[in-house]
């Protein structure tokens, strides 16, 4: 293309934006969702809003790091830069293939976030984007340069710089800003340098190289010595402050072969496999880690059904709660935190709002109990998945220094469910059954979402990682390490390894210049694949339970009774058996078969709960494989004898029986003291305790009473007894506005397309200029006059228009109709049919004939 049919360069970034298509405007939008929040009016407000700190620092936030390394190099580049010129800065005078294939890629993905704009010949980083990212005292580079020779000279007397040209064997010049150009093109220049560096002394060359990597800037004395000397009076170091010197910019990168940064990294590391497994033993493992993750939050609120613990004043569940809630399933405090944050995500659990407030199951509970066990186990992933609370934090201290506790504020972190699903997309990407290396993991995540500053093992995107791959195991997402058959398709993924996760993330293979806002197919980035949107995450849930559903072991409805008071479970149990024996016996050990123990206090728990000696008889026979042992029997019809033959009522407490001599018994007894128990009649004791405290002290005596309504009828107590009112499962807080949808963008692009029309348009001066020159100004007589002409013509008009907020707007419209002091009109800024009352138009203009 010759240089007359070339388009003219843009001169900003709105023109840049401007010459962009919809899709690429879409891109933009979907990459930077905060920049139609709200819509803007037209292109160059969308500009200025991209190029706002807030909005800069969260699109670099989220580029890559050879993206985040090549807008780096574009900082520390004269502006506007070439191509080449970029390509020299990234791949240094020696070049490099993997640079040259990755750099389009980068530069796309620049300029799809509108963070640099122009054609590959003027090259511009965002004013913002250089701010932050230029070399300054208060924020070093990572690049490790300093400033250039014209920022370090600033405030340098023209003597002296007149002094180090001279010295630099550079004739003398007639004014500063040429002397300074004149060095700055010696530093420049590969052959002077080398000829000027090639007498320096050994220990100024020794100097330059503890300088060249960064940081740039050392300190010097009043007297400086002979080889500092000989570089300060050259220039190869300059003054910044009294006692401070700089290595500039160019004579750094002369030293480093023309390279910013000292290890390009143009491709992300590789997730390296650390062990192999067939996958259907992966998938084994995964089903029976998934079972045991239903039980244990089975469990947990079975544990809490009749009222659990106490919310602390600030919220959450306090430290011993979260101890005795660990030992009682048998996990380590920080297992425990996960499954009651995991529980309360999934709306299971939640506080029950009463004067004493407690945790405590919710009616969804019970809905959530019916349903199938895959159909259970995807309920509880789907919760996992987009959820922000992280149990990771419980134990630690927020910016205030303060306990960080389950179930308690400030466990959101907004990036949790993004790196979630991109730990497990990692895994994907994988062979099946292969489990990959964390170290891998972690360095992978680091190429793509670099942090500002030294990366480490403890910054919160490597926990959240860390947290992800052992939280996964518990649910079983994955089984030894490796992503189960389920968990693809819980990400929406065919079996097998997910295409493009373990390339280089770029689909240019080769540098080809050309202008830089069309972004051509071959430049674009591929960007990782987002979390699915909450309609097609159900759907993959629904589909990963339906593969998982074959995989879990089938219940069961017998147990096997043993002579020593046990009964062993070989798998897990139905529901209606499983109820009854957690009353009627304790759990001993649990793991591949759960052990249950017949105790005399487990037994009367059944029977307090309504059930009689041959009713236990009855279901036992029934579920046994094989007799009832007769120790067994006989425990039962000992405690159902002496059961309720001592009543516990309220007086503040009675105790009645109708055998006076077993409450003498009592009465002498010396464990009684505390209950303070005095004798009324000859069966019944009064206590100054309450119901409760003596029914568990006559219970710690041996005894065997009931307690008893004020009728007289025996009070049944049933499991299952305590729900909070409906509640609903705890929203994720979002980092930022949400990815807007296709509808969503096509109407903003459409409206700020149609905004910039009106901006932009060519129209005939009408009636008197507004004092901003921003709307149109007529009389109410012009305006109709102008309108209806415009119904006779069929020809589109330029108005302001204040709505009845009084937000000013210019529109572009085409009236259809104008009575009754309205006008009816096409109005291209909405692409709709809109009337507007005249009394509202500030004046309108007639477009230009062009």
């Keep these: 293309m010759s240089t007359e049919d070339r388009p003219a360069a843009p001169r900003s970034l709105a023109e840049a934006l401007r010459a ?92 799809e976030q509108a963070l640099v704009w122009g054609d590959d010949e003027r090259l511009r980083l965002v004013r913002t984007a250089r701010e932050l990212l230029t070399p300054a005292p208060q924020h070093p580079s990572p690049t490790g340069l300093g400033p250039s020779v014209q920022e370090a000279t600033a405030g340098m007397s023209p003597g002296r710089i007149q002094e180090i040209v001279a010295t630099a064997g550079l004739p003398s010049t007639h004014d500063s800003v040429s002397a300074v150009a004149a060095l700055t093109a010696l530093f420049r220049d590969r052959t002077a340098m080398a000829a000027l560096l090639g007498g320096a002394p050994a220990e100024s060359r020794e100097v330059l190289s503890r300088l060249v990597w960064g940081p740039p800037y050392g300190q010097v004395t009043a007297d400086p010595a002979a080889h500092l000397r000989w570089l300060l009076d050259r220039g190869l170091l300059l003054p910044t402050a009294p006692g401070t010197v700089v290595l500039p910019r160019e004579v750094a990168l ?36 998934a079972y045991t993750a239903l039980a244990t939050v089975e469990e947990l609120l079975k544990d809490w059904d009749e009222g659990g613990p106490a919310v602390l004043r600030a ?101 949790a469910p993004e790196v979630r699903h991109r730990v497990l997309t990692l895994l994907a990407g994988l062979p099946e059954g292969a489990a990959p290396s964390p170290g891998s993991v972690l360095a992978r995540l680091r190429w793509e979402r670099p942090l500002r500053g030294p990366q480490t093992d403890d910054d919160l995107r490597s926990r959240l990682a860390r947290w992800t791959l052992s939280e996964a195991e518990l649910l079983g997402v994955t089984g030894r390490g490796a992503l189960s058959t389920h968990g693809r398709a819980l990400l929406g993924a065919p079996p097998g390894p997910v295409p493009g996760t373990q390339g280089t993330g770029s689909s240019a293979t080769a540098a080809e210049d050309g202008p830089g806002d069309k972004l051509p197919v071959h430049h674009r980035p591929v960007a990782p694949p987002e979390p699915l949107a909450p309609p097609e995450q159900a759907v993959a849930a629904a589909a990963a339970a339906r593969l998982l559903a074959p995989l879990l072991p089938e219940p069961l409805d017998e147990v096997l009774l043993q002579a020593d008071l046990t009964a062993v479970a070989p798998g897990p149990l139905r529901r209606p058996l499983a109820e009854v024996l957690g009353v009627l016996a304790d759990v001993e050990s649990k793991g591949g078969a759960t052990v249950y123990r017949f105790t005399p206090a487990s037994v009367r728990r059944a029977l307090d709960a309504g059930r009689s000696a041959s009713d236990l008889h009855a279901f036992l026979t029934a579920h046994s494989r094989t007799p009832v042992p007769q120790p067994l029997a006989y425990l039962i019809d000992d405690v159902a004898r002496r059961h309720g033959h001592l009543r516990v009522g309220a007086a503040s407490a009675y105790v009645r029986c109708d055998d006076d001599a077993l409450l003498n018994e009592i009465l002498a007894d010396k464990r009684a003291v505390a209950l303070r128990l005095r004798r009324l009649a000859p069966t019944v004791l009064a206590a100054q305790a309450d119901p409760g405290t003596l029914l568990e002290g006559l219970r710690a005596m041996g005894y065997a009473p009931a307690a008893e309504s004020a009728e007289g009828d025996v009070l049944i107590t049933r499991a299952l007894a305590h729900r909070t009112p409906p509640r609903t499962a705890p929203a994720p807080v979002p980092d930022g506005p949400p990815p807007p949808d296709s509808t969503l963008l096509a109407a903003a692009i459409r409206a700020i397309r149609a905004g910039d029309l009106a901006a932009t348009a060519p129209r005939k001066q009408t009636g008197t200029p507004a004092p901003g020159g921003d709307l149109p100004r007529t009389s109410s007589a012009e305006t109709l006059a102008t309108m209806q002409a415009a119904v006779l013509t069929g020809e589109a008009v330029w108005i302001g228009y204040v709505n009845a907020e009084g937000t000013a707007s210019q529109r572009v419209i085409a009236p259809i109709r104008v009575e009754g002091g309205f006008v009816t009109a096409y109005d291209h800024t909405a692409d709709e049919v809109r009337t507007y009352p005249l009394h509202r138009v500030t004046g309108v203009a007639e477009l230009a004939e062009d």
Excluded: C, N
Excluded at 54 to 71: G, I, K, N, P
Excluded at 84 to 97: N, T, V
Excluded at 343 to 367: I, K, N, Q, V
């Design 20 to 111: 962009r298509d919809d899709a690429s405007l879409a891109a933009l939008l979907r990459s930077r969702p905060d920049l139609i929040t709200p819509v803007p009016t037209d292109l160059t407000q969308l500009a200025t809003r991209a190029g706002t700190r807030a909005s800069v620092l969260r699109a670099l936030e989220r580029l890559d790091r050879f993206a985040l390394q090549t807008a780096e190099a574009l900082a520390v580049a004269p502006e506007p830069a070439t191509y080449p010129a970029l390509l020299g800065l990234m791949a240094g005078d020696a070049g490099g293939p993997a640079i040259a294939a990755a750099l389009p890629r980068a530069l796309a993905t620049l300029r």
């Design 254 to 289: 002369h030293l480093r072969a023309g390279r910013a940064h000292r290890e390009p990294e143009p491709l992300p590391p590789a997730v390296e496999p650390a062990a192999a497994h067939r996958p259907q033993v992966v998938d084994a493992t995964a089903a029976g880690q």
């Design 315 to 415: 919220g959450g569940l306090s430290v011993r709660d979260l101890k005795r809630t660990a030992v009682a399933l048998d996990v380590p405090e920080p297992v425990a935190a996960f499954w009651v944050e995991l529980a309360y995500a999934a709306g299971l659990l939640a506080s029950d709002g009463e004067a004493d407030e407690r945790y405590a199951a919710t009616p969804a509970y019970d809905e959530w109990l019916e349903r199938p066990p895959a159909e259970r186990w995807a309920r509880l992933v789907e919760a996992w998945l987009p959820a922000t609370r992280t149990s990771g934090l419980v134990g630690g201290r927020d910016a205030k220094e303060r306990a960080l506790s389950a179930l308690g504020p400030g466990l959101d972190r907004s990036a």
